[in-house]
Nanobody, 118 residues
Framework: VQLQASGGGLVQPGGSLTLSCVASRSIRDFVTLAWYRRTSGSQREMIARITHGGKADYIDSVKGRFTISRDHAKNTLYLQMNDLKPEDTAVYYC?????????????WGQGTLVTVSS
């Protein structure tokens, strides 16, 4: 399985970006789809997740500003990011999780850089 992330770039504070992540197989095969990010000097953290059933969760710092969504027909995961702040600057990764018998199998996109700066 390959995940191809795109959509990062340079944006001013208060601006918006939409990240996309295209999967090489049906996203219906995954238990959860998620976006993670890693800032300079920190570990990668999950910021948004959507379950197979469509339930979305967010970390507090992005609630109300970011929206995770998916398009089954396009096998694509999205992250709409509004009101971006300098602290949102990070490399963003998409993730897909499935179970192989009892084992968790994670797939990762290659990362896309988002820079929020004036």
């Amino acid at each position: 399985v390959q995940l191809q992330a795109s959509g990062g770039g340079l944006v001013q504070p208060g601006g918006s970006l939409t990240l996309s992540c295209v999967a090489s197989r049906s996203i219906r095969d995954f238990v959860t789809l998620a976006w993670y990010r890693r800032t300079s000097g920190s570990q990668r953290e999950m910021i948004a997740r959507i379950t197979h059933g469509g339930k979305a969760d967010y970390i507090d710092s992005v609630k109300g500003r970011f929206t995770i969504s998916r398009d089954h027909a396009k096998n694509t995961l999205y992250l709409q990011m509004n009101d971006l702040k300098p602290e949102d600057t990070a490399v963003y990764y998409c993730n897909a999780l499935r179970f192989d018998n009892l084992y968790r199998v994670n797939y990762w996109g290659q990362g896309t850089l988002v820079t929020v700066s004036s």
